[in-house]
Nanobody, 126 residues
């Protein structure tokens, strides 16, 4: 059974940094896409960053140059390094995994991901 467990959320002031982790267990697909999504109160869930088994990454325009997605295949962990945080980054952050490598036009579609973590809260104060 696949499980995704996020950690690393918290409260920081604007300009600060946080590193989110997503530990995966039971996930053994050779072709896949992984992603970080976020959802703020009253907003739809949006894709923040994605990475596939080839290491190709994509980012939402709002986080380009500030966030970095990476993966450590040795310990099956997905990371999101978040720098220069802004109050508008405040949201619950979720990691997600698909069982196939998604085409680029599907990477931001939450319905294309098969597994989700429970979410971790990130709060950025001004």
């Amino acid at each position: 059974q696949v499980q995704l467990v996020e950690s690393g959320g918290g409260s920081v002031q604007a300009g600060g940094s946080l590193r989110l982790s997503c530990a995966a267990s039971g996930y053994t697909y050779s072709k896949y896409s992984l992603a970080w999504f976020r959802q703020a109160p009253g907003n739809l869930r949006e894709a923040v960053a994605t990475i596939d088994d080839d290491g190709i990454t994509t980012y939402a325009d709002s986080v380009k140059g500030r966030f970095t997605i990476s993966q450590d295949n040795a310990d099956n962990t997905l990371y999101l390094q978040m720098n220069s945080l802004k109050p508008e980054d405040t949201a619950i952050y979720y990691c997600a995994a698909s069982t196939r490598r998604l085409q680029w036009w599907l990477l931001s579609e939450s319905d294309e991901y098969n597994y989700w973590g429970q979410g971790t809260q990130v709060t950025v104060s001004s």
